[in-house]
């Protein structure tokens, strides 16, 4: 062994408690970094999956952000309704195959 290889074990070794949770920290770290990370992904494609299937939502004027998240996932407070009678003119245009009202 190097000099200075087992003069910084040594020292290390004086410090253990100090090096421990240098050491502790950056594993603890790392874990948090992938743990996030890979919740990011899941939600990232979680989200995907539920919208999917849907190609366009109309709704009352107001933030389309508000829209999509009450119409899709019940998630914030509802916009103002739109009249029932929207509905048989929304399902009368060509390219419309299928409606849904919420």
Partial sequence: MSVWFKLALLSAWSRRLAVGLVVAS??????????VQ???TDSRQSFSQAVSGVDLI????GSATEILLYSVFQLGRP???MSAKVLPELR???LVRWAVPI
């Fill in 58 to 61: 109309v709704g009352p004027r």
């Fill in 26 to 35: 950056l594993g603890l770290a790392c874990a948090l970094v992938l743990t």
């Fill in 38 to 40: 890979q919740l990011r």
């Fill in 92 to 94: 009368a245009l060509p």
């Fill in 79 to 81: 916009t103002a309704n």
